[in-house]
């Protein structure tokens, strides 16, 4: 008596996993052609992810340079800094005033 099963374990099945179980229950020539076809596909498949994963990311980035622009704007934030020259060479003088003192 022969029993054969197939099991995914965890996680989810993709559809390239489904194909090629599919391709290998085929007979000959057939299974070969689906097979390649299949890998093809998953590599185009794959690199489109990483495409728009990374298109993804470089607009996030974009949000959080625009979000630090904002901050370095607002004067409530942000501390003046004042660089003076001193009496001694090379050793300045700084005067760091925050913005919410009425100095």
Known sequence: MKKLF???WGGEEMWYQEAERWA?????PINHIA???IAWLKELWIDAKI??????????AQEIVKQWEEEEKDPFKNPE????PSE???LDT???KSPWSRE
């Open 6 to 8: 197939e099991h995914q």
């Open 24 to 28: 290998n229950k085929q007979k000959f």
């Open 35 to 37: 097979l390649a076809i």
């Open 51 to 60: 495409d728009l994963e990374m298109k993804s990311v470089d607009k996030q």
């Open 81 to 84: 800094i004042i660089v003076t």
């Open 88 to 90: 001694v060479d090379g």
């Open 94 to 96: 700084i005067e760091i």
